[in-house]
T-cell receptor
Framework: GQQLNQSPQSMFIQEGEDVSMNCTSS?????WLWYKQEPGEGPVLLIA?????ELTSNGRLTAQFGITRKDSFLNISASIPSDVGIYFC???????????????FGQGTILTVHP | EAQVTQNPRYLITVTGKKLTVTCSQN?????MSWYRQDPGLGLRQIYY???????DKGDVPEGYKVSRKEKRNFPLILESPSPNQTSLYFC?????????????FGPGTRLTVL
């Protein structure tokens, strides 16, 4: 099936720093999703992107839908300790990205924030 | 409280002993899905259901079965578990029938197959 590659695999940063991570695919997607998983919990949806070039913010988080439709980016500004967790990108995975059932996740970016 | 519940939360079993992990949601959601999470591999979809009596394979369905006889429940069945099914399992649901709608995840079930 289609694969999503996330980069970097892990990040160790100081509180207050900005964070950038990305997700790439060899296939186009019509929707990009960003989820966060805190330790011991299930993932929670942060941001959904539906249109190429779209830039969407949720508090200190900003995500962008790449114009090629093969990538997406997530930025976190002024990180705080509670940003710790695993960040996953995800997208629908049938032909043309129009499936309504299947969802593929990236491998995740593990974020550690030092106070 | 609106939630997705999974049982059991932890399970240690032996190869070949059939088991069922239950998943239930109280939000009247149409869509339900099962994922497994393994280090370095992220979440991989096992099966999903877009409505009652409608189920379909995800990316890693081998060795698993599901059923959706009623809207709120979506059990995951391992007929003959093997050690490579040792993993952390998540059930999720969403209001609409699409995987791209906001999915609400359960707390996870950690399964060990010896």
């Amino acid at each position: 099936g289609q694969q999503l590659n996330q980069s970097p695999q892990s990040m160790f940063i100081q509180e207050g720093e900005d964070v950038s991570m990305n997700c790439t695919s060899s296939s186009i997607f019509n929707t990009w999703l960003w989820y966060k998983q805190e330790p011991g919990e299930g993932p929670v949806l942060l941001i959904a992107l539906y249109k190429a070039g779209e830039l969407t913010s949720n508090g200190r988080l900003t995500a962008q839908f790449g114009i090629t439709r093969k990538d997406s980016f997530l930025n976190i500004s002024a990180s705080i300790p509670s940003d710790v967790g695993i960040y996953f990108c995800a997208g629908p995975t049938n032909a043309g990205g129009t499936s309504y059932g299947k969802l593929t996740f990236g491998q995740g970016t593990i974020l550690t924030v030092h106070p | 409280e609106a939630q997705v519940t999974q049982n059991p939360r932890y399970l240690i079993t032996v190869t070949g002993k059939k088991l069922t992990v239950t998943c239930s949601q109280n939000m009247n959601h149409e869509y339900m899905s099962w994922y497994r999470q393994d280090p370095g591999l992220g979440l991989r979809q096992i099966y999903y259901s877009m409505n009652v009596e409608v189920t379909d394979k995800g990316d890693v369905p081998e060795g698993y079965k599901v059923s959706r006889k009623e809207k709120r429940n979506f059990p995951l069945i391992l007929e003959s578990p093997s050690p490579n099914q040792t993993s952390l399992y998540f059930c999720a649901s969403s209001l609409g029938g699409a995987s791209t709608d906001t999915q609400y995840f359960g707390p996870g079930t950690r399964l060990t197959v010896l």
